[in-house]
Every structure is written in structure tokens, then in C-alpha cells.
């Protein structure tokens, strides 16, 4: 039977009127008493109020003697007061003011003349005392209901006597992941496997929020299996997410399955990634149904789920802060949907410049990457390169001014530089987006770059990048910095099982070949081999086939679905593949005047220049290092 789905709400409504469902329905936080030494953090359910005075007694507040003030008046510099045994009593802080005294001298103020105390100031009534009552008073409210226990909150309450407090409860998720194809992680998945990994995430995320999150044990694709373990969830958590299977498939059964544990609210929100969502109950308790593709899964646990989560806990964190950034690429998104693109961001000059990562739903380490994440609005096509947009920012921004933006030609040295540079200064960062040589050119050209990895071809002399330079920067303003010579071939399976001898061999018939984007410069190499060796790019099966790095080309290699690449030697030896040299590259790093005398690119020359990187070059492999750091020309 067809399916369709039931509503295509937009965020905000299906946010507000889920809650004002489970409302109605009884949706409300609970509460426990937690011993006050392990309420840190959690939230009064109700007042708290003082059992008891602190001090319960009149107390010394130093170490001396205690005495009778009256017994003091009238001592001075020339007439001091001589006080005998009997007429005093020594006293520590913290101890019970002897009965009949009402002041406490100190120690320091003290002469003693054998056990005889002179005195040459006189004591006022209650000096040094502390009174019953004077930091708490029993009845007196320490604290007002909803408020988060702080650690000088739980001295108080323990002052006060209070030794348990009621709080919100935290509530307990269950996780329940579904599917065929998924398996418990391993190091070693077969081919077909998918491991499980959403869970981990969600689990974390909901320990974040302050939840207890509970992760079910896998349920194959079979509905009553589904709705068995749906059952137990629900019977047993205060809220449940119900994970893959959410959309409109021939063995999703995540809305029939709640609807036959419950019911269906909506199913289908106007966001993207997380469009199949389904918000479903049964009575007061939430239960989500949430896509498999990890991102579409964290925007819809984070926009649904964890406003719900926070009512029951009481929190109210602050809203990440926003910053207004420049696009360093377009952005283009279906009016249908509000859309939440990920970014990679940092400052050059004045301006935020933030590079989209990839959008894929299934994409989770462009969540780990993100710097920040742009809200497009339900009814807007997207933003052009350049323009001004709004971003709610996942890193602080100060983090993101002391971060070195590199956009241009990819190569894993860039990840190393990032992690040695960090190393090596804490304060710095870098960030790094892979659009080709040429797109760096780009980016330098309008400022929105303090490095470009580069690597072009000049096919007229055999010479690498300086013919491009001199044309994209007629006027200057530019240092070419020497990186690397990096060794290129063609990357392909393990044993050569299909027999290639050199480039030229990508046209034969049978052979899948995967390709670089356009303005790479690996892309603009092959072309040039092509040119070379009389290949007609049209007749090579998958040639259109673009990646956008060198590894993820390995990577296609490495899972069967194709047999060549060109690529460097490093990410080729990463993936155990074997390698055809063609050439050895000069790979440099362009650096602009407006970002040489920045605190980020005075730490990456330096770091290029160190005996670290030449060391973790030469472990790589495919690298020759001569003078990394030093300016090969300034234009």
C-alpha cells in the first residue's frame, strides 16, 4: 500500500503544538530527593527552606580568649586590664561561647604576663561572636523553586540542615535503533554492514541536556518485532526515540509501529535534513521517530527533543550566540524547507568567512567539523557567494579570530599542519575547506583566505603555479610559500587485479574510473595526461565522477566501486592501495600580504619549518621536503 505523509509542518508549529499536545495530556517534569552533596547542577522542584539556624549556636569566630566585656572596659596603652584565671577561657574558632562570656579577643591582642592575660583595648559586647542565626535562619528560604543548585547552595543547604532536596528529575530516553543492515561497532564491518553509531551520539547529546539515556539493543526491519521493543521503551522511559525506518520505504515501520503503540501527531516537518520525522505519543510520554542518516537525526533531536528535554530538567540555557559572517560560496536550498547548512569558519581581517561543508544528511563529521550552522528559512532559494548572512555559532568566537582559514587544493598535510600548529600553540586553530587550486586563487582574490594549498600545471614549460600567479595577480600582493613535493599517480586496487600499466590504461573497457572536481589541481593534471597519451575523456567510463579530496577517491577505490584515481602517494599507501607514479608535483601554499603578519600564519610558518612536520612528512610517505616555510617568490 502507497504511503504518504500525513502533515508537512513547519518547525516552529509542529514544535509548539507537539508541546501543547503532551500538555494537555499531562506532560509535566517530575521530581526526586537527591542527597544535597549530589545536587550540583540539578534544579529545585520546589522552595527550599532552612530546618535549622547556622550558626545553632553563639560561636567563636577566632582563636583567643573569651571573656566578659564588661571585664574589659576602661583598658588602654597606659592603663591595661589584667585578667586572671577565672576571668577568661581560651577558645578556638568555630568553638561554643563559654557560658556567661559575650566577646572573644584574639590571640594576637594578647600579653601574657605568666597565666595572667593583659589587655590594652577593651572588648566590645559580642566583638567576634557569631550569633545564632547569622547566616541562616531556620524558616528562612535558601533557595526559590526552579533554581539550579549551586556549590555554594549546597553549603547552605548543608548549613541550614537541609541533607536532601527535592529536584526535577532527569528524565530517562530510551534509544531504540532499527534496521537490517546495522551491527554494534566493530573494527572490522563487513561489506553491507552499517555500523550503529547513532545511538552513541544521541546518548551523548542527551547526557549533555541532562538526561539518562537508555540504548535498546538493535530490532531488525520486522514491524511486530518493532513495536515489541516500542512497548517495552515506553512502559519503562519517560520518552523514547525511535531511531531509522521513519520514512516512506518499503520497510519503514516506524509510524505504523507508533501508531499501533500509540499515536501519530504529525509525520513530516519542512526541514532539511530531518524531513521524515515523526512525532508521535502515547498519553503524556514523547516518543520521536527520527531518520537514520546521522545529521537528519541530531537536528531533529536537537529541534524537538531537547526543548522537551529542558522542560523536564528545568534548564534554560543560554541561546548560542550569533555572529554575521560572509559566504564564501553559494548556497542554494528548495523553498519547501527550512534548512540547516553546516560551516567552517574564521576571521580574516574584519569579516567572518564561513565555507559550507557538505550537506549529505549521512555526513556526521561535517557536524564535527562545524564552526556554526546557517538557518535558511522555509520560502528562501538560498544565499549567493559573498553575501552577508546570520550564524548561530557552535565554537566561541574568539576561538574563531585566533583560527587560520586555508581554502584552496586538498592534501591530508593540512589536517597534520592543523593538529602540529595546535600543538604547538593552543590558541591557534585552522580551517580548512577543499574547493581545488584554483578556487583557493579565488578566494584569495576576494579576501577571504589567510592560506591556499595550490598545485597548477603549466603545461607550456613543466613549471608549477607561478604562470597562474602572474596571471590572477598582476598587481601583486601575494607570497608563494614552498610546502612540499608530493609524488602523483594512479591509485588502484590491492594486486592490480585489472592489470593497468599507466595512465592511458583508464579508457580501456571495463575499467571505472573516479575523478577530481574542476579546478582541482590533480583534475587539471589528468586532463593534461589525457591531452598527453591521446585519451578522449568521453570514452573513460566515470571520468564525471567527482570527489572533492584525494582520500575520498582512495576510499571509492578501497570499497570496489572503482578501479582508478589519480592521486597522491600518501592517501594511496592510507587506503593499502597500489600506486603507478606519474609525477612528482610542487605543491606550495599561497599566502596574501593582508594575512602574512597575522599571530595564525607567523605560527603555520614556523610549524611548516619544524623538524615535527618534516618528521610526520616522512612517515606519511610520497613527500620530498627541501625548505618547507621559505618564500619562493613574492609578487
Known sequence: ????????????????????????????????????????????????????????????????????????????ETT????????????????????????????????????????????????HVRQIGEDVCAGEMLLPARTAVSPAAIGAMIAGGVLEVEVLARPVVGIIPTGDEVVP????????????????????????????????????DVE????????????????????????????????????????????GIAIRPGKPAILGCRGAKPILGVPGYPVSG??????????LVERCTGTQPDPAPTVEAVLSRPVVSGLKYQEFVRLRMGRVGDRLIAAPLDRGSGVVTSFMKADGILEIPQGTEGYEAGERVT?????????????????????????????????????????????????GIMAIRRGETHAAGCHLLNEADGTYNTAYLEKYFPNGGLRQVECVGRTQGLMIARGNPLGLQGFGDIA?????????????????????????????????????????????????????????????????RLY??????????????LIPDYAWDTPAVRQLIRTLKSEAFRARLLELGGYTVEHPGEVRRAF
Open 391 to 439: 550564524v548561530r555559532l557552535l565554537r566561541p568566537e574568539a576561538e574563531l579570530d585566533r583560527t587560520l582559514v586555508a581554502i584552496g587544493s586538498h592534501d591530508p598535510l593540512l589536517d597534520e599542519l592543523a593538529n602540529l600548529m595546535h600543538l604547538e600553540n593552543p590558541d591557534i586553530y585552522m580551517s580548512s575547506s577543499h574547493v581545488g587550486s584554483m578556487g
Open 298 to 307: 541530531i537536528i531533529v533531536i536537537e529541534q524537538l527533543l531537547r526543548p
Open 185 to 220: 561497532p566493530t573494527p572490522d564491518p563487513a561489506p553491507g554492514d552499517v555500523m550503529e553509531f547513532n545511538s552513541a551520539i544521541f546518548s551523548a547529546m542527551l547526557t549533555q541536556w541532562g538526561a539518562l539515556p537508555r540504548t535498546y539493543p538493535i530490532v531488525r
Open 576 to 589: 593499502d592501495l597500489e600506486f603507478l607514479p606519474v609525477c612528482v608535483e610542487q605543491y606550495d601554499l
Open 508 to 572: 580501456r573497457p571495463g575499467v571505472r574510473y573516479v575523478n577530481r572536481q574542476k579546478g582541482s589541481g590533480t583534475r587539471i593534471l589528468a586532463d593534461y595526461l589525457c591531452r598527453k597519451e591521446g585519451v578522449d575523456p568521453a570514452a573513460v567510463y566515470g571520468y564525471d565522477r567527482e570527489e572533492f579530496t584525494h582520500t575520498s577517491v582512495a576510499a571509492q577505490i578501497a570499497a570496489g566501486t572503482a578501479d582508478a584515481g589519480m592521486g597522491i602517494y600518501s592517501a594511496a
Open 1 to 76: 500500500m502507497g504511503f504518504s505523509y500525513l502533515t508537512n509542518l513547519p518547525l516552529e508549529q509542529a514544535r509548539r503544538d507537539y508541546l501543547s499536545l503532551l500538555t494537555e495530556r499531562g506532560f509535566a517534569p517530575r521530581t526526586e530527593m537527591v542527597p544535597v552533596q549530589s545536587a550540583c547542577g540539578r534544579v529545585t522542584a520546589g522552595a527550599v527552606y532552612a530546618r535549622i539556624c547556622a550558626p545553632h549556636y553563639p560561636a567563636c569566630a577566632m582563636d583567643g580568649l573569651a571573656v566578659t566585656a564588661a571585664d574589659t572596659f576602661g583598658a588602654s
Open 80 to 127: 591595661p586590664v589584667r585578667l586572671g584565671p577565672g576571668r577568661y577561657e581560651l577558645v578556638d574558632t568555630g568553638d561554643p561561647l563559654p557560658a556567661g562570656r559575650d566577646a572573644v579577643v584574639m590571640v594576637e591582642d594578647v600579653v601574657w604576663k605568666g597565666d595572667e592575660a593583659l589587655l590594652r583595648e577593651a572588648a566590645a559586647p559580642w566583638q
Open 224 to 267: 511486530a518485532d518493532i513495536r515489541a521493543a516500542l512497548e517495552r521503551a515506553v512502559s519503562e522511559c519517560d520518552m523514547v526515540i525511535l531511531n531509522a525506518g521513519s520514512s516512506a520505504g518499503r520497510e519503514d515501520y516506524s509510524a505504523s509501529a507508533i501508531a499501533a503503540v500509540g499515536e501519530v501527531f504529525c509525520h
